[in-house]
């Protein structure tokens, strides 16, 4: 199974985290989430649907509308479908431990070509390393791009806010629009609801 790196990280007797299930069919329109990942060091994780598993990033810094705004982007594993909903606490001594919560969500559409023109899939711009998404979140709309900048051990990618018209330099959802889009809670509002 694709994701069997998720699975073998986690205990599913401990943690809340959803287990994988096979033959998952979501809306023809694939899904992106991002969530807010309150751990050893506070970051946001980026997933968008791909071939029945979240590709996914840790941004550190959480997405910026700011197109001058680079955000670094570290791939993490392929997470199962049902993750684009999870929120809730991963509890002391599990894989990720601390709170999570879904800060945005929605579909997108894969705006990905090659020098041609042609039309590239989800799996061939990864391989290439430069994806461009149109997003439809509740927070986060229009064009972006993941853009692969190492590879190897140290891969690194960054998450950037094309210039269109949601792009704007005086946003700061990260900062202003902190609530879960599921629960409306906070990070802190969902750590304190379950300890
Ligand atoms: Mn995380």
């Known amino acids: 199974m694709a994701t069997r790196e998720y699975e073998r990280k986690r205990d599913f007797r401990r943690s809340p985290e959803p287990r994988p299930r096979r033959g998952r069919k979501r809306s023809r329109k694939p ?89 590239l899939s989800v799996s061939e711009a990864l391989e290439r390393g430069r994806l461009r998404v149109r997003l439809d979140g509740e927070k986060l709309s229009g064009a972006w791009a993941l853009v692969r900048i190492a590879e190897g051990r140290e891969e690194r990618w960054l998450f950037i806010k094309e210039r269109d018209r949601d792009a704007d330099a005086r946003r700061t959802p990260v900062r202003t629009e902190p609530e879960s889009v599921i629960s409306g809670k906070t990070v802190t509002q969902m750590g304190e609801g379950e300890e």
């Open 31 to 119: 899904g992106f989430a991002i969530q807010q990942h309150a751990a050893s060091s506070m970051h946001f994780d980026l997933r968008l649907e791909s071939e029945s598993v979240l590709k996914s990033w840790a941004v550190p810094k959480g997405p910026s509308t700011d197109p001058r705004e680079k955000r670094l982007a570290m791939p993490t594993e392929d997470h199962p479908l049902d993750y684009l909903d999870f929120e809730g606490v991963i509890p002391e001594g599990q894989y990720g431990a601390g709170v999570v919560i879904v800060w945005d969500r929605g579909t997108y559409e894969n705006l990905s070509e090659d020098e041609e023109g042609e039309p």
